[in-house]
Every structure is written in structure tokens, then in C-alpha cells.
Nanobody
Framework: QVQLVESGGGVVQAGGSLRLSCAASGRALSTYNMGWFRQAPGKEREFVAVVTWSRWSSSVTYYADSVKGRFTISRDNVRATLDLQMNSLKPEDTAVYYC??????????????WGKGTLVTVSS
């Protein structure tokens, strides 16, 4: 059984920063693509960022256009953690943020494992 537990959410003013963390336990996830998704009130869940795994090359990071240049995703396979550093936060970043692990269909959000989410609220 795989468990993903997010932490680090909270309330922050626009322009501020937060760092989200995801702790993984259970099955080794070092060979999975791992990412962050978010769901704002009244909206569908959307992709935020992913860090890939490849047997033949280094990990690659991808970001949604809306967060590019402001958010940084990183993973530590030894500690089994996934972080999301969020800077220059905007009110439109307000959402529940989910940690997820899965295969190649990460662009569509078809991940195999999901955390329960952590709420980020950005006040204007």
C-alpha cells in the first residue's frame, strides 16, 4: 500500500512563498514520475508540475505555464520526498494541492497514487 502525505499548506499574502512537501511510504516510488496537481474551488483538478524518472537519463521537470518561473519542484529518492517551492504567490494559486505518483500519462492527470491534499490560500 502506497501512502502520500502532503504538508506545508496554509494562508499567505500575495507575493509570499510557501513550500509544500510530500512524504511517500510503502512501495518504493523512485521509478515513478511524481508531481503536484491542484484543484481550486469550483474548478477541475489541473496539472502544476512534475519531475520524471527515466532509466536512461536524468530527471526532467515540467511546469504548467501559469506557475513557470515561480514554482520549483524537486524530489529526493533517498528520503522518498517530493517538494514544491512556491514563490510570488497569487490569489489565483489558491487551491487544494495534491501530490501524486504515476507513469507516463501524467499530463492527463492519470496518476496511480494520490495524497489527500493540502490547502493553500493566497490572500490579496
Amino acid at each position: 500500500q502506497v501512502q502520500l502525505v502532503e504538508s506545508g499548506g496554509g494562508v499567505v499574502q500575495a507575493g509570499g512563498s510557501l513550500r509544500l512537501s510530500c512524504a511517500a511510504s510503502g512501495r518504493a516510488l523512485s521509478t515513478y514520475n511524481m508531481g503536484w496537481f491542484r484543484q481550486a474551488p469550483g474548478k477541475e483538478r489541473e496539472f502544476v508540475a512534475v519531475v520524471t524518472w527515466s532509466r536512461w537519463s536524468s530527471s526532467v521537470t515540467y511546469y504548467a505555464d501559469s506557475v513557470k518561473g515561480r514554482f520549483t519542484i524537486s524530489r529526493d529518492n533517498v528520503r522518498a520526498t517530493l517538494d514544491l517551492q512556491m514563490n510570488s504567490l497569487k490569489p489565483e494559486d489558491t487551491a487544494v494541492y495534491y501530490c501524486a505518483a504515476g507513469g507516463s500519462n501524467w499530463r492527463s492527470g492519470a496518476m496511480d497514487y494520490w495524497g489527500k491534499g493540502t490547502l493553500v490560500t493566497v490572500s490579496s
